[in-house]
């Protein structure tokens, strides 16, 4: 009987845990919160476009089901992942829900999305991976520096100097669900999408993650990202 009991027990843990990661929302919220590390409530409204309110509630479902904690700095609330290997779980996940589409052939999202607050799809490692060729920036696995030549960051629009990451990563390496290769994330990366729609190289489609590469885009972006071809 308490091999049942024992059994029971983890099934429902297991099923308790799906129902917190079934919602986009809280899901979002975890993701961005293994990939990037630590953020506020606000940051985590914004980067994932609901209110603060209505995150506050996902995060404190996410606490009670022992996924995420919350230290105080000050007037700072900052959350962050309770668990090493929730980053794992959630990769899994992915490739088990995505695997099929990483054989198909590039949709026009592939070539352009965002993940949360920055780019993603074909752009968004190619943009990643001409900033490490140039200099601009050093990867090293997942961790991700300013590089000698940030200058580079100027052609994007964005002035690293001044970019405010607050208590969020200046700069990290986001594993691109499609490609299987990283396009940056963090405080640097939400800026260059910035300048890029600013500049209108690119489009948000309405309802959807998806990013229309514009008609300047497709006449400036090939200058600044060497073989680039939407």
């Known amino acids: 009987m308490n091999g049942v009991r024992t059994h029971d027990t983890v099934l429902d ?22 990939a990037e590390g630590q953020h ?18 996902h995060l404190a479902r996410l606490r009670d089901a022992g996924l995420v904690e919350v ?13 090493d290997d929730l980053g794992a779980v959630l990769a899994t996940l992915t490739r088990f829900v995505h695997g099929e589409s ?8 592939d070539l352009a999305h965002t993940c949360y607050d920055h780019t993603a799809g074909r752009l968004g490692v190619t943009i990643f991976a001409t900033l490490v060729a140039r200099d601009a920036l050093s990867s090293v696995h ?13 052609g994007f629009g964005v002035d690293p100097s001044t970019v405010d990451a607050g208590r969020r990563k200046l700069a990290a390496a986001c594993l691109d669900r499609s490609h299987r290769l990283p396009h940056l994330g963090g405080a640097l990366g939400a800026a260059v999408l910035s300048s890029l729609e600013r500049e209108k190289l690119v489009e948000r489609v309405p309802d959807s993650r998806e ?3 514009t008609k300047a885009g497709r006449r400036r972006l090939p200058a600044l990202l060497p073989g680039w071809a939407p």
């Open 71 to 83: 230290t105080h700095e000050g007037r700072h609330a900052l959350y962050r992942s309770a668990r």
């Open 142 to 154: 997942e961790h991700v520096d300013l590089g000698p030549n940030e200058r580079v960051f100027q």
């Open 13 to 34: 843990t297991t099923a308790a845990l799906a129902r917190e990661l079934s919602d986009p929302t809280r899901l979002a919220a975890l993701q961005l919160l293994t």
């Open 40 to 57: 506020t409530q606000a940051q985590l409204a914004d980067a994932v476009r609901v209110s603060a309110p209505r995150m506050g509630n």
């Open 211 to 213: 990013l229309t590469i």
């Open 102 to 109: 990483f054989t198909r052939s590039p949709s026009r999202a």
